[in-house]
């Protein structure tokens, strides 16, 4: 099985940098994704990774290390819409997603 | 665009009824999923299928059943409902991986809350 791990809340400023991590154990890996929810909304589809290393999309970048069980997503240039949840989501080999319980982000002006 | 469409927004049923929480995906992935999500607990996953007619457990099955008669349809069955099932659902689909320059990622219905009493 999964157990994911990603810190409950952060608070950033606006124009700031955010990091959010996760940890992962899973007994077999295909891949690391991030979700964006907005309150009340469905999630939507920020990045994969599925090889180290670093993969960037404007504001946003993710990083991940396989061999410590170990992803990071960076929000740049906080925007007040940036306030949401984020959630770390795992694929493993028998083509399951398992998600972790979310990190809440509060962008303050 | 894709889509993926949930039967319903919004649904209340009484305790021990059996309901059905149809979703449907317009963009043939094989990968098809049920979650719920509730405060504090986030998305959990309760069947999957990445295939028609199969059908695998995800971690918080029991209570629920699944049905996936066509590639485009995954239903979700609450055999009889209790009111700890009451939540918000979400369906999601995509495509497998290994194929190239095929995109992966879920998409997500827009979800249905489900109220038992």
């Known amino acids: 099985g999964q157990n994911i791990d990603q810190p409950t809340e952060m608070t950033a400023t606006e124009g700031a940098i955010v990091q959010i991590n996760c940890t992962y154990q899973t007994s077999g890996f295909n891949g690391l994704f991030w979700y964006q929810q907005h309150a009340g909304e469905a999630p939507t589809f920020l990045s994969y990774?599925?090889?180290?290393g670093l993969e960037e999309k404007g504001r946003f970048s993710s990083f991940l290390s396989r061999s410590k069980g170990y992803s990071y997503l960076l929000l740049k240039e906080l925007q007040m819409k940036d306030s949401a949840s984020y959630l770390c989501a795992v694929r493993g080999l028998d083509y399951k997603l398992s998600f972790g319980a979310g990190t809440t982000v509060t962008v303050r002006a | 665009d894709v889509k993926v469409t949930q039967s319903s927004r919004y649904l209340v049923k009484r305790t021990g009824e059996k309901v059905f929480l149809e979703c449907v995906q317009d963009m043939d992935h094989e990968n098809m999923f049920w979650y719920r999500q509730d405060p504090g607990l986030g998305l959990r996953l309760i069947y999957f299928s990445y295939d028609v007619k199969m059908k695998e457990k995800g971690d918080i099955p029991e209570g629920y059943s699944v049905s996936r008669e066509k590639k485009e349809r995954f239903s979700l069955i609450l055999e009889s409902a209790s009111t700890n099932q009451t939540s918000m659902y979400l369906c999601?689909?995509?495509?497998?991986?290994?194929?190239?320059?095929?995109?992966?990622?879920?998409?997500f219905g827009q979800g249905t809350r489900l109220t038992v009493v």
């Open positions: 990774n599925v090889l180290d």
């Open positions: 999601a689909s995509s495509f497998l991986p290994g194929q190239e320059f095929m995109n992966t990622e879920a998409f």
